[in-house]
């Protein structure tokens, strides 16, 4: 036992000082670890920084982490699929931690026309009181104002689709739409406020009016077409929904974003593959680097190697002490990059403004600044990466090294 | 229609209007009866609809049915290529039908904005019924002579709730009850669209608009041309005309 702790720790000074015999090559390969293990770790953010703001942005269009409708509503969206508003233990969940917001609301597709044009959209008869605790913000209504009250006789529809339509401020538009039995229900509804959006999409789609007013429209009565609800954490929406969906019953169906909307909850799986690839990747170029410095590391040493053999060490051990030295490189390597990516990502963390490339990061639903996000999880993820990918590259020497038969190695010149 | 009806028919037509003005007519009531005017209790008739741009123009022959302002139906006879064609209006509702589908669709409120057959006209422009004269205020601007009539200019201005995107609507409207011309306004006082009549004929005992004209003013070379081929007012009409299945399997 103490045999074996003693030439462990022979073993590690043997290496120690053997890295550091030819410390130029060994300075080079650990700058280039640190590089490595640094740009892993700052790409993972950026990408989490990007995923995260895709789905907290779409989760503000969604809108809520936990949406309530009828059964048949996602398929066909109608007027005919609408809901009772909510009441009883259903209202009374919602009303307490850890929902932190909701809405019941109409969601209908309609018509709007002005003098000029007409486009499709999506009525919203909102109470704007729930529609801001859900994440509207009314400063983004840029003109005018936003609904003051579920009988609001306004509309409040989204800057790209007033310039679409040729309509402003203060100007009757018409909204058209089904009402259950299928016939007609129009009405002239005036322009009181237009809001901006991160993206164009939701400017054009979305157009807010009173529920009360859309009810009566409608002819729903009190009905509504959704429950959405918020909870803030859109991570931690697992641990609730099912309470709600209990509340609600078996006759409405109670679904979490991530089946709501398959495309955000594809994009957070996308995110993690995304970011082992990368990781892997850099790593790859990287292990050549190792493999080549370790390999020019036993060659020049086969002799010496040949010498340890002849005086009794095990072939074991020389492997061991090859691994050994690639290990402290590594972890040598994995420290500086892992503070190097902190000291550098944590002053971005406030944002770095992209408005340059906005246009391209419009289309796939991002806004125009990104937010790096440092998770623990990327350090980890890169810390075992580089430690179980460079050990498995230095297995080739290390098996090369400890295969020398002494009489040839000595006998090499 | 015997001569008996058609003789009631001319001496209602001419005796109308000075009854009216000895009456202190509203603007509603001449815009009511003007619409009903060229419809009467029911009608029949032909009528040709020429669609113009810049570059084609192309014409359309169908045949066209009335009862009241609630029934209508419309079936193409030429071209051979949108022969049988159908629209049908009952109560504000649309549908329509063609052969080479073998379908019958309900127009749904989201297609009611989009163009008629290609036309500038709108399947709304198709459908409206005499319902939307109580969605605005209207009154009477001018009283002018037109070619030896009196003409009334009256502006209307749709309530704050009503279904129409205009600002206002101007109507030149003879003492007959001739409509000679519609005029659409947007709400900064932009005159946008017009339909104005261009001919006017008796046909069966009444004068009626015989050539329209519906053009943008934006657009000087894009028009669309209804012309009334002739007409038959107050005939009898099948009981099964105005219905679906009719519109999908003509009988008469």
Known sequence: ?413 | MNRLGSAIAIAAVTLMPALALAQEITPEDIIRNAMDHWRGTTSQGEMTMIIHRPDWERSMSMQVWTQGDKHSLVRVTAPVRDAGNGTLLLDNNMWTYSPKINRVIKVPSSMMNQSWMGSDLSNKDISKSTDIIDQYDHTLLDSREVDGHQAWVIQSIPLEEAAVVWGKEVWTIRDDYVMLEQQFWDQDGVLVKTFTTLEITVMDGRTVASRMRMQEVDKPDEWTEMRVESTRFNVELPANLFTLSNLRNPRQ
């Open chain 1, 1 to 413: 036992m103490a045999a074996t702790r003693l030439s462990a720790s022979i073993l590690l000074t043997l290496a120690w000082r053997n890295l550091w015999r030819n410390y130029r090559r060994t300075g080079i390969m650990l700058v280039a670890i640190v590089v490595g293990v640094w740009a892993m770790i700052l790409f993972s953010a950026l990408i989490s920084g990007m995923v995260d703001e895709m789905v907290r942005g779409g989760l503000r269009t969604l809108p809520g982490e936990v949406q309530v409708h009828h059964p048949a509503y996602r398929d066909d969206p109608s007027v005919a699929n609408s809901i009772d508003a909510p009441e009883g233990a259903l209202l009374a969940l919602l009303n307490q931690s850890p929902v932190t917001g909701w809405a019941a609301r109409i969601r209908v597709p309609a018509m709007i026309s002005s003098e000029r044009d007409n486009r499709g959209v999506q009525l919203l008869g909102v109470d704007p009181a729930q529609e801001i605790s859900l994440g509207f913000d009314p400063a983004d209504v840029v003109q005018g104002r936003f609904l003051q009250g579920p009988d609001d006789n306004g509309l409040v529809i989204g800057r790209k689709l007033a310039e679409q339509l040729e309509t402003e401020l203060d100007k009757r538009v018409v909204i058209m739409s089904q009402d259950p039995d299928n016939n007609v229900a129009e009405r002239g509804i005036r322009v009181v406020g237009i809001y901006r959006a991160r993206l164009q999409s939701t400017e054009e789609l979305n157009v807010y009016a009173g529920r009360a007013t859309v009810q009566k429209l409608l002819g729903l009565g009190t009905r509504v077409s959704e429950i959405a609800i918020t909870g803030d954490d859109f991570r931690a929406v697992g641990g609730w929904w099912r309470t709600i969906e209990q509340a609600a019953g078996p006759d409405l169906e109670t679904l979490p974003w991530m089946q709501l909307d398959g495309y955000l909850e594809s994009m957070m799986n996308l995110q993690t593959s995304y970011n082992v690839i990368i990781m892997v990747v850099i790593f790859l170029a990287l292990s050549f680097g190792l493999v080549n410095t370790l390999v020019m590391a036993v060659f020049e040493r086969v002799r010496e190697i040949g010498l340890m053999m002849a005086l009794g060490m095990r072939p074991g051990w020389i492997m061991y002490q090859i691994l050994l030295e690639s290990l402290i490189l590594l972890v040598l390597g994995l420290v500086i990059g892992n503070l190097l990516a902190l000291a550098t990502i944590l002053p971005m963390e406030d944002g770095i403004d992209i408005s340059a490339v906005a246009a391209g990061l419009e289309m796939a639903g991002m806004g125009s600044t990104l937010y790096p996000t440092l998770e623990l999880q990327h350090m980890l993820m890169s810390t075992a990466v580089v430690v179980v990918l460079g050990l498995l590259a230095s297995l080739i020497p290390a098996w090369r090294a400890s295969r020398y038969n002494p009489v040839q190695a000595l006998a090499r010149t």
